[in-house]
């Protein structure tokens, strides 16, 4: 069974710059989760989609962040314009409805200079 | 915000001992769960305890849940070096009307095992 997918996993951009990020969750898997991993901290959660829903955003930073989930599918969560602050790894996970456990990608190590 | 917190931050022991991690928590959880993350991995899903279970049990992983003290434990037998990564446990609780689970992760315990 493929794992959920995840691109780049590593993107160096400067400040300003727009940044975008790809996730292709398990097949079948309704539910896609984005989240934001500091260093030396625990995921913390940006968004939650129910299909092509988002039904908790309340941690997205909306004047720079945005995502969408088109068809229910895959995702691509997007920084414009980015600081250097939001320099993390981005988690995207996905699960079955109603499931607690989720399968986590691998990440994007994103570095803003 | 991080609603757990993990002790201790980090754990060095020798192969073949046993790592005792535990995780606090602050509001009323459905579930808590254990992942596991290698370095500059994604995060593996370990075992997931009920907020009506006291104590779970998965190959050498035991997990203990007191709600009494909001905490919980897990236990790891027989370390290996293959253990060695960072264990973060997730609450949870499920939104009304929804079938989705927002987790709320800690800050991790950083286990290493020497060989």
């Known amino acids: 069974e493929a794992g959920v997918v995840q691109s780049p996993r590593y993107k160096i951009i400067e400040k300003k710059q727009p940044v975008a990020f790809w996730c292709n969750p398990i097949s079948g898997h309704n539910t896609l989760y984005w989240y934001r991993q500091n260093l030396g901290q625990g995921p913390e959660l940006l968004i939650r989609?129910?299909?092509?829903?988002?039904?908790?955003d309340s941690q997205l930073p909306k004047d720079r962040f945005s995502a969408e989930r088109l068809k229910g599918v895959d995702s691509t969560l997007k920084i414009q314009p980015a600081e250097l602050g939001d320099s993390a790894v981005y988690l995207c996970a996905s699960s079955f409805v109603g499931l607690a456990k989720q399968y986590f990608g691998p990440g994007t190590r994103l570095t803003v200079t | 915000s991080q609603q757990g917190e993990e002790d201790p931050q980090a754990l060095s022991i020798q192969e073949g001992e046993n790592a005792t991690m535990n995780c606090s928590y602050k509001?009323?959880?459905?579930?808590l769960q254990w992942y596991r993350q290698n370095s500059g991995r994604g995060l593996v899903h370990l075992i997931l305890?009920?907020?009506?279970?006291r104590e779970k049990h998965s190959g050498r992983l035991r997990v203990t849940l007191d709600t009494s003290k909001k905490s919980s434990s897990l236990l790891i037998t027989a370390s290996r070096a293959a253990d060695t990564a960072s264990y973060f446990c997730a609450t949870d609780a499920v939104d009304s009307g929804a079938g989705s689970y927002q987790l709320t992760f800690g800050k991790g315990t950083k286990l290493s095992v020497i060989p």
């Open positions: 989609y129910e299909n092509e829903e988002a039904v908790d």
């Open positions: 509001t009323s959880i459905n579930n």
């Open positions: 305890i009920r907020s009506n279970e």
